[in-house]
C-alpha cells in the first residue's frame, strides 16, 4: 500500500510540472510589444526585430515591435508609460537616451523604468576623411593643442552622447573643438567623407562600412580593448587618452511597477534569445558584441556610470537642451 502510494504521489508531481511551468509563464497571456523610440530602420529597431522574431517563437505569442520617434525619445517614453505593468508592453532603451536624460531633464530612466537587461554593446569609433593628414589619434590631439577650436567634429544634436563625449575629450586633454550638429549620423558620415568635418565618433556598425571602402579612415576604438573587427586599430588609451569610453549599449525595460517575478522571467527569455548561435552571427555582421546582464541591479550599475560622467561634463560645460 505504502509503495502504492508513492507511486501515485510521483506520478501525480510529474504531472505537475508542465502546468507548473505553463503558470510561471502565465502572464504572458497575449501579444507582447516593444517600443523602439526611434525610426524604423536603424540600428536599435533592427536589434529589437531580431529579439522580437526569436522571442514569439519562444513564447508562442505575437511580439510587435513599435515605433515612436521624436521628442528626443520623449514620445516613446510617455507611450511606455501609459501602459500597465505587465509586462505585455516593453522599451528598447540605449545610451544615447541616457545622454538626452541628462541635457534636456525631461525623464529619469531610473525612476521611470523596471529594467529587464542589457543585450549588447557596440564600439565606436573615431574616424576622419580618407584623405585626412591625421594617420593617429595623437597626431589630431596634437594639432588641437596647437590650435585651439581649428578642428570641427560632426553629432547627431547638440546634448547628444557625440557631443558630451567630446567634450568631456577636450577638457581631460586640454583642447577646444568646434561643435556642428546634425539631424542624423548618416548626414554627418556624408559631410565628413566630403572634407567637411575633421572627424567624428561614430558607432562602429555605422562607421566600418565607410572605413572598409576606404572612404574614411579610423584613427582608434573609443573603448577599453580593441575590437576584433579591426585587430590592429589601437585604443583611444593606447594613444593616450584617459576618459571613460564612448560605447553604444542597448537594452530593454519596462514600466516602473513591473512585478519582480516577471522582469525576472523577460530577463531569462532575452538571455536565451541572445545565446541562439543565428543571434551571434547577426550582431556580429553589425559590429556588435553580446552582453547580458546578470540581474537588474548590473544593469542599473551600467547606466549609473553613464550618468555620472554625462552630468559632470553637461554641468561644467553648461550644456543644456531647452
Not at 497571456?29 to 523602439?36: D, H, Y
Not at 529579439?51 to 516613446?76: E, M, T, W, Y
Not at 543585450?119 to 589619434?137: G, H, I, N, W
Not at 553629432?155 to 577646444?176: A, D, F, I, Q
Amino acid at each position: 500500500m505504502i509503495r502504492r502510494r508513492t507511486l501515485i504521489a510521483t506520478a501525480l508531481a510529474a504531472q505537475a510540472i508542465p502546468r507548473m511551468a505553463r503558470s510561471q509563464s502565465s502572464f504572458i497571456s497575449r501579444p507582447l510589444k516593444i517600443i523602439v523610440p526611434l525610426q524604423a530602420g536603424g540600428s536599435a529597431d533592427i536589434s529589437t526585430r531580431l529579439i522580437a522574431n526569436s522571442l514569439q517563437h519562444r513564447l508562442r505569442q505575437p511580439v510587435i515591435v513599435d515605433n515612436k520617434p521624436g521628442g528626443s525619445f520623449v514620445i516613446g517614453m510617455q507611450a511606455l508609460a501609459m501602459t500597465p505593468p505587465d509586462g505585455h508592453t516593453l522599451i528598447s532603451i540605449n545610451t544615447g537616451m541616457m545622454a538626452a536624460q541628462v541635457t534636456m531633464k525631461r525623464y529619469d530612466m531610473l525612476k521611470s523604468l523596471a529594467l529587464v537587461t542589457q543585450y549588447s554593446k557596440t564600439p565606436t569609433l573615431l574616424v576622419v576623411p580618407a584623405q585626412s593628414r591625421y594617420r593617429t589619434f595623437s597626431e589630431l590631439i596634437a594639432f588641437a593643442k596647437k590650435n585651439p577650436g581649428k578642428l570641427n567634429f560632426g553629432s547627431v544634436g547638440t546634448g547628444g552622447l557625440e557631443h558630451l563625449w567630446v567634450t568631456m575629450l577636450g577638457r581631460s586633454m586640454g583642447v577646444e573643438f568646434t561643435h556642428i550638429p546634425f539631424k542624423g549620423m548618416p548626414d554627418a558620415i556624408t559631410a565628413l567623407a566630403q572634407g567637411a568635418l575633421d572627424f567624428v565618433p561614430c558607432v562602429m556598425s555605422s562607421a566600418l562600412p565607410f572605413v572598409q571602402k576606404g572612404t574614411l579612415r579610423a584613427l582608434c576604438v573609443l573603448s577599453d580593448e580593441r575590437t576584433s573587427f579591426l585587430p590592429d586599430l589601437p585604443t583611444m588609451r593606447e594613444q593616450g587618452a584617459s576618459v571613460p569610453p564612448m560605447e553604444f549599449w542597448s537594452g530593454v525595460a519596462a514600466p516602473q511597477g513591473t512585478p519582480l517575478a516577471v522582469l525576472e522571467q523577460l530577463r531569462q527569455e532575452i538571455v536565451n534569445v541572445m545565446a541562439e548561435p543565428d543571434m551571434k552571427l547577426r550582431m556580429d555582421e553589425r559590429g556588435a558584441t553580446i552582453v547580458t546582464s546578470a540581474n537588474a541591479g548590473a544593469f542599473s550599475t551600467l547606466i549609473k556610470a553613464e550618468q555620472t560622467w554625462m552630468n559632470k561634463v553637461a554641468q561644467e560645460a553648461g550644456i543644456r537642451v531647452e
